[in-house]
């Protein structure tokens, strides 16, 4: 079977080379999404970005619970990987973006505590997904589209607030107690 043709069957013979290129497609888009639209993010109010990322996000997760419910590769794989690249690459960079400017003097600190909390993240959303699943299986379904649509709902609330609540910006003037300014170099 062609590539093509997993795409739109429903069979569920998909070959692992095929979950290996979505992987691939999810890496290459996330990266390019983020360096596409970064320089807007940058001159943005950061509030669009932040609003995209939930909205693709629960995106994903309805196109899996489609996907899942329906069998098909395309909806249940390539499709959700692409939007969630795209979803990442913004959602990533503008979290980021904010971090280094409230914290211009720890800047790898501050990236470093936006991926630990990507890694905090997975550590609550597994176990979630798994009680979720024990929650929804019945003796005919395992209850996994179920269980997207929960987690949809979830973190969308959860994005939702975080969207609202960081400031994009550092107030002018702002000095954090004990940072030295740099001097200019010549």
Request: proline share 5%.
């Amino acid at each position: 079977m062609s590539l093509m043709q997993e795409l739109f069957t429903t069979t569920c013979d998909w070959r692992v080379a095929s979950m290996g290129w979505m992987y691939t497609l999810f890496f290459v888009l996330l990266g390019v999404s983020a360096a596409v639209w970064g320089g807007w993010l940058d001159a943005s109010d950061r509030a669009r970005p932040a609003l995209f990322r939930p909205c693709a996000g629960v995106a994903v997760l309805v196109l899996g619970a489609i996907g899942t419910t329906s069998t098909s590769f395309g909806c249940c794989g390539w499709a959700p990987a692409s939007l969630a690249a795209v979803g990442l690459g913004l959602g990533y960079i503008s979290p980021v973006s904010t971090l280094v400017k409230w914290f211009p003097d720890r800047r790898g600190m501050a990236t470093g505590m936006a991926i630990m909390g990507f890694g905090g993240g997975a550590m609550i959303g597994a176990p979630l997904a798994n009680l979720l699943m024990n929650y929804f299986k019945t003796s005919t379904s395992v209850g996994a589209w179920e269980t997207f649509l929960a987690m949809g709902a979830i973190y969308f609330c959860f994005m939702m607030i975080g969207a609202f609540r960081y400031a994009f910006r550092p107030p002018a003037g702002a000095q954090r107690a004990g940072r030295r300014p740099k001097k200019p170099t010549r």
